[in-house]
């Protein structure tokens, strides 16, 4: 009976560690594929959303493991495994966020630095997370997706143009190159759709047992298909032209409920819970899109890719779903899968409080706002160093600068 109880055990174990490299192959495919072609629906500008998104997340990717790995070395050695394989996967996701506001704006050694410097700070605020404010935050809804996008939009301000009265255009561009056309739309749903498809396999990668992973899935999933619905229907509701889909809505609002749900997958908040979070993603992300990021960019905040409504509002709205559900989080719900999801609290009363929880979850959100936006302003105004070759406005949303066409 032991030896079939501990058989058991073994079976579980190596089917949760194959889930883990599955988790990474999904999460890879979302990086190089999804975002990728995400940001192709400019018309003038897919070799550089492509060819810049493969370069900066290859680099990233090594420079990630790095700096990660020094929080954590032993005898200053760093280990390599599948999980910090798939933290660094994941922590190119911020700098690929971060490249949807400034796509177009930026030239490549501007993207070159902005990356490398944008690493170093989220590995921090990474360390600050997990380590410091030990905040549950599985699916990287606040240290991912939220500094992503305000570092970014702090980059973009930075970034901007600053025209004065007495300049003058060195060249004006014959056709708006800040916008799609009919087949680059097209291509963008292809990212769109794959990550769809594997956010999942992002929320639940960093999960600490099968049960975990199969809470974070499911919410995942739920969150997903509710937050797709609303975008369909809040779309032909507040478009422009009332009743039509707008694409800009379907490419990227859709994904809202996996970021929103992305800090709390695996928590117990229900399916009920999961389809409210996603509704409330999709809302919250039309509405930013159709209402708030043209306010930004008449304030002089340019955001290309609107990631401050695919992941800074709904990333905020995760932390602070967290900071709810870490308050009501209780060892009779939980069980054993306490430790697994608030790792300060214990199932013996020895660790912290529900409310400690809740207020670490805050601070840790609180925390992740600031210095991402500090860092993205700080990281824009260096950038904007002529050794970077800054672009000009007529060299802005144009392949041309950078390769050779056809």
């Keep these: 009976m032991?030896?079939?109880n501990n058989l058991h055990v073994s079976f579980f174990s190596y089917r949760f560690y194959i889930t883990i490299f599955a988790c990474f192959e999904g999460t890879h495919v979302m990086i190089f594929i999804g975002f990728g072609f995400l940001m192709t629906f400019l018309k003038k500008y897919c070799y550089s959303a492509l060819g810049f998104n493969w370069f900066l997340a290859a680099l990233v990717i090594q420079w990630a493991l790095l700096c990660q790995s020094f929080y954590h070395m032993q005898d200053n050695i760093i280990y390599i495994t599948k999980e910090s394989l798939l933290e660094a996967d994941i922590m190119s996701a911020t700098v690929l966020i971060t490249f949807g506001a400034v796509l177009g704006l930026a030239s490549?050694?501007?993207?070159?630095?902005?990356?490398?410097?944008?690493?170093?700070?989220?590995?921090?605020?990474?360390?600050?997370?997990?380590?410091?404010f030990k905040a549950a935050d599985v699916g990287g809804s606040i240290a991912i997706h939220a500094f992503g996008a305000y570092f970014?939009?702090?980059?973009?301000?930075?970034?901007?143009?600053?025209?004065?009265?007495?300049?003058?255009?060195?060249?004006?561009?014959?056709?708006?190159?800040?916008?799609p056309s009919y087949n680059s739309d097209v291509t963008a749903m292809?990212?769109?759709?794959?990550?769809?498809?594997?956010?999942?396999?992002?929320?639940?990668?960093?999960?600490?047992?099968?049960?975990?992973y199969q809470r974070a899935v499911i919410n995942t999933y739920l969150s997903l298909a509710a937050a797709t619905v609303t975008t369909f229907v809040m779309s032909s509701v507040v478009s422009k032209h009332q009743g039509r889909l707008d694409m800009?809505?379907?490419?990227?609002?859709?994904l809202a409920g996996g970021v929103a749900v992305g800090s709390v997958c695996n928590m117990f908040i229900g399916a009920g819970g999961a389809v409210a979070i996603g509704i409330g993603a999709g809302l919250l992300s039309v509405l930013g899109y159709r209402?708030?990021?043209p306010l930004l960019t008449k304030l002089g905040v340019p955001d290309t890719c609107g990631?401050?409504?695919?992941?800074?509002?709904?990333?905020?709205?995760?932390?602070?779903?967290?900071?709810?559900?870490?308050?009501?989080?209780?060892?009779?719900?939980?069980?054993?899968?306490?430790?697994?999801?608030?790792?300060?609290?214990?199932?013996?009363?020895?660790?912290r409080t529900a409310a400690n929880q809740a207020l670490n979850q805050f601070f840790a959100l609180l925390v992740t706002i600031v210095v991402s936006t500090v860092g993205g302003i700080?990281?824009?105004?260096?950038?904007?160093?002529?050794?970077?070759?800054?672009?000009?406005?007529?060299?802005?949303?144009d392949d041309e600068v950078n390769w050779e066409l056809p």
């Design 2 to 4: 032991k030896s079939s």
């Design 108 to 132: 490549g050694l501007q993207l070159l630095f902005i990356a490398i410097v944008e690493v170093a700070v989220a590995c921090l605020n990474f360390w600050l997370v997990a380590d410091i």
């Design 152 to 179: 970014g939009l702090g980059a973009s301000w930075a970034l901007r143009s600053r025209k004065t009265k007495s300049d003058t255009p060195t060249a004006t561009p014959t056709v708006d190159l800040n916008g």
């Design 190 to 212: 292809i990212g769109s759709i794959f990550l769809w498809i594997y956010w999942p396999s992002f929320n639940s990668g960093l999960t600490n047992s099968n049960a975990e």
């Design 248 to 254: 800009v809505h379907v490419q990227n609002s859709t």
């Design 291 to 293: 209402y708030l990021t």
């Design 307 to 351: 990631v401050n409504n695919l992941h800074g509002m709904p990333g905020i709205f995760s932390g602070l779903l967290t900071v709810l559900f870490a308050a009501l989080a209780t060892k009779e719900e939980y069980g054993s899968d306490l430790t697994g999801v608030f790792g300060a609290m214990s199932d013996d009363g020895t660790g």
């Design 378 to 397: 700080i990281t824009g105004l260096l950038a904007r160093a002529p050794i970077l070759e800054p672009l000009e406005d007529h060299e802005k949303y």
